[in-house]
C-alpha cells in the first residue's frame, strides 16, 4: 500500500517570501502521479500541482513549483512571492494509475503574514 | 474545469434520523465518484468508491449499512447517513473524474463539501 507523509502540522511564512512544503511518500511502483491540492478556508479543494513520476523535469505553475526526488521519494512544494490568498491547508496526495483513488498525506497549514 | 455539486452545503439533524447527501457532476458524466470524510484541520479520508450501475466498494473500517452510497446515473451519487449519531459529525466530500473531457484523464474535481452535524 502506498502511503504519504507530510511531518509539518503548520508553517508560516511572510508575504512575498519564499516556503516550501515538505513530503514525502512510500511505495513500490515505479510509475505513478503525485498531487498538492490546497483547502482554503471555504473548504474547496483545488489542484495546485500535478507531477508525473515518469517525468524527470519538475512541473511548475506559476508561483507554484515542485522539487521531485524519485529516488529519495520526496516531493516539495515551494511558493514563491507568498500572498495572503496562499492561506490554506496544502495536501499531498499519490496515485498510483490515473484511474485510481487518491491517497492523501495528513496536511499541512499555512498561514501567510501581512 | 468540470464542475462537481454537493448538496445540501450544511444539514443539521437529529440523532436517529437518516441524512442524504447528494454529489452531483453538472457538465460531464462521471461512472466513478468517491466520498471522503474530513474531519476538523485533519486529511481527507476515503470512505468508499462509488461505481454507476453496480455497489459501491467500502474502505477497510467503513460501516456500508451506515453509509449508503447509491450511484443512479452517470451524473449522481448520493451518500445517505443512517440512524445518524453526533459522532458522524464531521464534513463529507466527493469527488469524480471527467473521463471524457479534454483535460488530463485522472483529474479529479471535487465538490464544496457538506458539512453534517448531527445534535
Known amino acids: 500500500a502506498q502511503t504519504v507523509t507530510q511531518s509539518q502540522p503548520e508553517m508560516s511564512v511572510q508575504e512575498a517570501e519564499t516556503v516550501t512544503l515538505s513530503c514525502t511518500y512510500d511505495?513500490?511502483?515505479?510509475?505513478?502521479?503525485l498531487f498538492w491540492y490546497k483547502q482554503p478556508p471555504s473548504r474547496q479543494m483545488i489542484l495546485v500541482i500535478r507531477q508525473e513520476a515518469y517525468k524527470q523535469q519538475n512541473a511548475t505553475e506559476n508561483r507554484f513549483s515542485v522539487n521531485f526526488q524519485k529516488a529519495a521519494k520526496s516531493f516539495s512544494l515551494k511558493i514563491s512571492d507568498s500572498q495572503l490568498g496562499d492561506t490554506a491547508m496544502y495536501f499531498c496526495?499519490?496515485?498510483?494509475?490515473?484511474?485510481?483513488?487518491?491517497?492523501f498525506g495528513k496536511g499541512i497549514t499555512l498561514s501567510v503574514r501581512p | 474545469g468540470a464542475v462537481v455539486s454537493q448538496h445540501p452545503s450544511w444539514v443539521i439533524c437529529k440523532s436517529g434520523t437518516s441524512v442524504k447527501i447528494e454529489c452531483r457532476s453538472l457538465?460531464?458524466?462521471?461512472?466513478?465518484m468517491f466520498w471522503y470524510r474530513q474531519f476538523p484541520k485533519q486529511s481527507l479520508m476515503l470512505m468508499a468508491t462509488s461505481n454507476e450501475g453496480s455497489k459501491a466498494t467500502y474502505e477497510q473500517g467503513v460501516e456500508k449499512d451506515k453509509f449508503l452510497i447509491n450511484h443512479a446515473s452517470l451524473t449522481l451519487s448520493t451518500l445517505t447517513v443512517t440512524s445518524a449519531h453526533p459522532e458522524d459529525s464531521s464534513f463529507y466530500i466527493c469527488?469524480?473524474?471527467?473521463?471524457?473531457?479534454?483535460?488530463?484523464?485522472?483529474?479529479?474535481?471535487f465538490g464544496e463539501g457538506s458539512r453534517l452535524t448531527v445534535l
Open positions: 496526495a499519490f496515485m498510483l494509475r490515473a484511474n485510481s483513488k487518491l491517497t
Open positions: 469527488s469524480a473524474r471527467d473521463e471524457t473531457g479534454t483535460g488530463w484523464p485522472g483529474e479529479l474535481f
Open positions: 457538465d460531464f458524466q462521471a461512472t466513478t
Open positions: 511505495t513500490s511502483e515505479s510509475n505513478y502521479y
